[in-house]
């Protein structure tokens, strides 16, 4: 008895999938979408090589969650160099429990940084509402508050005075 539906169980399952298929490929397309999108707007090609003095390669931006991008570049000229943005928009920092407010979650990401390095954030003026620049070896950090979100910069390879032009450049909506 089972041997005869399997025809029909293999049909069935083969139908599922091509009616499944569509649907999942258009949710993948729809959420790379939004995360291409939001990287360019968040930090251009063309900011950031203003920012570094050449020009680095753009990876494939990464959806991480709800309302959270990840957009990274890489270069090997002039040595070795990476830069990661994680932009954080309004509906990521209003699911977050403990920091569910612009300025709290952009506090709690300094802070934590500060704390689990053991070093003092400075004060970057004049980019976005808020923004801070974070020593760190061998990388260097910065977090800027947008009016739209609040960015993490991650940087190797760059000095402190390339990682501020790039949280500038992140600030500028």
């Known amino acids: 008895m089972l ?17 499944l298929m569509p649907s999942l490929a258009a949710a993948q397309k729809s959420a790379s979408a939004a995360a291409t999108m939001l990287c360019a707007t968040v930090l251009t090609a063309d900011e950031l090589k203003a920012a570094v003095g050449t020009a680095l390669e753009k990876l494939d931006p990464v959806a991480r969650g709800e309302g959270e991008t ?28 403990t920091a569910p407010t612009g300025d709290a979650f952009f506090e709690m990401m300094v802070k934590a940084t500060e704390d689990s390095l053991k070093v003092k954030r400075e004060v970057i003026a004049g980019a976005g509402l ?9 990388q260097t950090l910065a977090v ?30």
């Open 70 to 97: 990840e957009c990274d570049w890489m270069g090997r000229t002039g040595g070795f160099k990476t830069v990661a943005v994680l932009f954080y928009d309004q509906s990521a920092i209003k699911a977050s429990p």
């Open 3 to 19: 041997i005869a539906l399997r025809p029909l169980l293999v049909t069935g399952v083969v139908a599922a999938a091509a009616l």
């Open 130 to 138: 808020h923004a801070a620049f974070v020593p760190a070896e061998p």
């Open 144 to 173: 800027v508050h947008r009016a739209d979100g609040v960015a993490r910069i991650v940087a190797n390879g760059l000095t402190k005075a390339q990682t501020i032009a790039v949280a500038k450049a992140v600030a500028t909506p």
